[in-house]
C-alpha cells in the first residue's frame, strides 16, 4: 500500500557518499522537527529523472525553500557512488538538493513505492513521486500516473502546493 497523507514516513537509513566514503543518514534525522521536500525517481542518470524531474528541482528548490522548507530531497535506489555522480554532473547540491540512496529498495517497498522492470535492469525502484513531509509525516504527495512524464511531480507542482 503506497504511503499517504496523515502516514508517517517509515524509519530506515538512507546512504550518501561523504569524502568518498558511505555514510547513513537516519530517517528520522532527516525529517524530525523539520520540513522537507521529498522527492523520488526510478535512477540516477534516466531518461526522465535526467531531463525533466530532477531539473524541475533544481529550477524550484530556491523558491521550495523560501517557501519554508528546510531541506530539498531527492531519493533513488542507486548506489551512493552513482548518486554522486549524478548530483556532479546535474549540479543538484550546488542548487540546494540533497541526494541520498535507498541502496537496497527498503525504505521505497516501505513506503509502498517500489516497481520493477526487469528487461532494463530496473528492480525495486523508486516509483516517480513528490510530497511534503512535516515532522516525519506526510502533509502533501502526488504520484505520476504515467510513464516518461513529469507533471503531478515537478518542482513547480509542489512550489505551488506549499
Known sequence: ????????????????LREEVPEPVQVSALTEGRKIALFGLPGAFTATCS??????FIRSAKAIMENGVDEVVCMSVNDPWVM???DKDTGASQAGIT?????DGTLTKAMGLAFSAPPVGFIDRTRRFAAIVEDGVVTW???????GVCNFTAGETLLEAL
Not at 541526494?99 to 541502496?103: A, E, G, I, S, V
Open 1 to 16: 500500500m503506497t504511503i499517504k497523507v496523515g502516514e508517517k514516513l517509515p524509519g530506515g537509513v538512507f546512504m550518501r
Open 141 to 147: 504527495i502526488q504520484e505520476e500516473e504515467e510513464r
Open 84 to 86: 554522486q555522480a549524478w
Open 99 to 103: 541526494m541520498l540512496t535507498d541502496p
Open 51 to 56: 531531463s525533466a524531474h530532477l531539473p524541475s
